[in-house]
C-alpha cells in the first residue's frame, strides 16, 4: 500500500473544503443573475468532489472524514436555507 506525507493529504483536504464552501456561496450569491446555471453547475461537482474525499477520508481513519462531512452538510445548507423566507412572507 502507499503511503501518502500527512501534510499533502491535510493540504488536500483543505483546498477540496474551501473550493466546495466558496461554490456553495457563490450559487447562493448568483440566485438571480445570468451567472446562477454556471454556478449550480459548479456547485454540483464540488458537491460530488466533496462526497468523494469524504469517502476516502473515511478509509483514512482517525477522524478524517468529519470535517468532509461537516463541509457537506454546511454545503447542502448554504444552497437550500431560505435566508430571507420571513421578510418575504411579511412582504405578501
Known sequence: MHEFDPM???????CVQV????SAWL???TSRSDRHTSCQVLFVRC???VGMVTMVAISLGAGAFLISGTTLSIMVLT??????GAKHMAAS
Open 19 to 22: 473550493l466546495g464552501l466558496a
Open 8 to 14: 499533502v493529504v491535510a493540504w488536500c483536504l483543505a
Open 47 to 49: 458537491l460530488a468532489l
Open 27 to 29: 450559487a447562493r450569491i
Open 79 to 84: 444552497t437550500t436555507w431560505d435566508f430571507g
